[in-house]
C-alpha cells in the first residue's frame, strides 16, 4: 500500500543547530513534494514545493531536498530559532492522483 | 485581505444530531477542499470540489456531505451516520485545483461530541 513516514513524531534541537526532518514515501512516483508547517490550533501554512527532477531548493534559513531513488525528502531549517517550533508536514501528489496525501507530520521544538 | 475563514472555531454535537461548519473563501480560487485531522495523523481528504455544482468524495466520506452553490462557499455538513466525529476539520483552497497547486488553509473547527 502507499505510504508516507516522516521521521520520529518529535524532534528537539538547540537554538542555532540545523534541524532535519526527513520524509520517507513507499509506493509512490511522486512529480513533486510539497512542506508546511502548522502550529497548535491552526491551518497548515505552505512552505516550498520541490519537483521531481530538482535536487534541491531554497528559501531563506529552509532548504529541501528530493532523492526519487531514495523515495525521501529531507527538510533543513538552518540556525533555528525558538519560532521555528511547529509540526511540519509533507504531502505529494503522485502520477495521475488528484489530491494530496499528506504525512502525520513532525513536530519541532528549537529549545533556547 | 484575502483568506479562509472557517467558522465556528469550536463546535459541540449531540448524539443523533447533524452539525454544519462554515468555510468561505475570498481568494477567487477554483477548488476547495474538506480535511480532517485526528491527533498524531496526517490530514485525510473528506471531499472535494474544483468548480461550483461539483464535488467527489475523498478517502473518508462516509457520514459528512458538502455542497458548492457558490465559489466562495463549501459548507460540510457532519451527519449523525458519523460515529466519530470527534476532531479537527479543515478547509482549504487552491487556485484551480490543478497539478502543481498550493492549498491555502483556514484555521479550522474543532468538533467535540457531547
Known amino acids: 500500500s502507499q505510504k508516507i513516514e516522516q521521521n520520529s513524531e518529535a524532534l528537539n534541537i538547540q537554538e542555532g543547530k540545523t534541524a532535519t526532518l526527513t520524509c520517507n514515501y513507499t509506493?509512490?512516483?511522486?512529480?513533486?513534494l510539497q512542506w508546511y508547517r502548522q502550529d497548535p490550533g491552526r491551518g497548515p501554512v505552505f512552505l516550498l514545493l520541490i519537483r521531481e527532477n530538482e535536487k534541491e531548493k531554497r528559501k531563506e534559513r529552509l532548504k529541501v531536498t528530493f532523492d526519487t531513488t531514495l523515495k525521501q525528502s529531507l527538510f533543513h531549517i538552518t540556525a533555528s530559532q525558538p519560532a521555528d517550533s511547529a509540526t511540519y508536514l509533507c504531502?505529494?501528489?503522485?502520477?495521475?492522483?488528484?489530491?494530496?496525501?499528506f504525512g502525520s507530520g513532525t513536530q519541532l521544538t528549537v529549545l533556547p | 485581505d484575502g483568506g479562509i475563514t472557517q467558522s465556528p472555531k469550536y463546535l459541540f454535537r449531540k448524539e443523533g444530531q447533524n452539525v454544519t461548519l462554515s468555510c468561505e473563501q475570498n481568494?477567487?480560487?477554483?477548488?476547495m477542499y474538506w480535511y480532517r485531522q485526528d491527533p498524531g495523523q496526517g490530514l485525510r481528504l473528506i471531499y472535494y470540489?474544483?468548480?461550483?455544482?461539483?464535488?467527489q468524495k475523498g478517502d473518508i466520506a462516509e457520514g459528512y456531505s458538502v455542497s458548492r452553490e457558490k465559489k466562495e462557499s463549501f459548507p460540510l455538513t457532519v451527519t449523525s451516520a458519523q460515529k466519530n466525529p470527534t476532531a479537527f476539520y479543515l478547509c482549504?483552497?487552491?487556485?484551480?485545483?490543478?497539478?502543481?497547486?498550493?492549498?491555502?488553509f483556514g484555521a479550522g473547527t474543532r468538533l467535540s461530541v457531547l
Open positions: 482549504a483552497s487552491s487556485k484551480a485545483g490543478g497539478y502543481w497547486d498550493i492549498q491555502y
Open positions: 509506493n509512490y512516483s511522486p512529480a513533486y
Open positions: 504531502a505529494l501528489r503522485a502520477g495521475s492522483a488528484r489530491q494530496l496525501t
Open positions: 481568494l477567487n480560487h477554483d477548488a
Open positions: 470540489s474544483q468548480i461550483v455544482n461539483d464535488f
